[in-house]
């Protein structure tokens, strides 16, 4: 039976259910952060998945991509699996821009976490179709 991660529950706020992953956005209004996490239990990393999961996990990692390159207009999105905080596989889409508060650190301790106004969530849920 999965579970999301207690840290993620706490940290994010949950938009979606994919086939495989379920789309969460981390609750810090600083950097547009979504977050896939493979809704199976006792992973920890990709090469824990099938082959065919694991390109699920690409394809959908790419859908998000692509809608967060359309919405955002970034200067760069960081994506990543790093997991030595929270063990639970996740994968990390961050959008950058060079004027945000990082720009060009990681986001991770930078700043304290701002959160999301109700109406912050309605819009990007709007945006991204959820």
Partial sequence: ?????????ND??????????????????QYPWFILVPRKEG???IIDLSEQEQIVLTQESA???CMLKTIFTPDKLNIAALGNMVP?????????????AAWPKPVWG???SKPYTDDQVAKIKEAMNF
């Fill in 1 to 9: 039976m999965f579970t999301l991660a207690p840290q993620l529950q």
């Fill in 12 to 29: 994010c706020i949950e938009l979606a259910d994919w086939p495989l992953c379920k789309v969460l956005l981390m609750n810090d209004s």
């Fill in 43 to 45: 992973l920890k990393e």
């Fill in 63 to 65: 859908k998000l991509s």
């Fill in 88 to 100: 639970q596989l996740h994968i990390h889409h961050i959008v950058r821009f060079k004027e945000d």
């Fill in 110 to 112: 930078v700043l304290p």
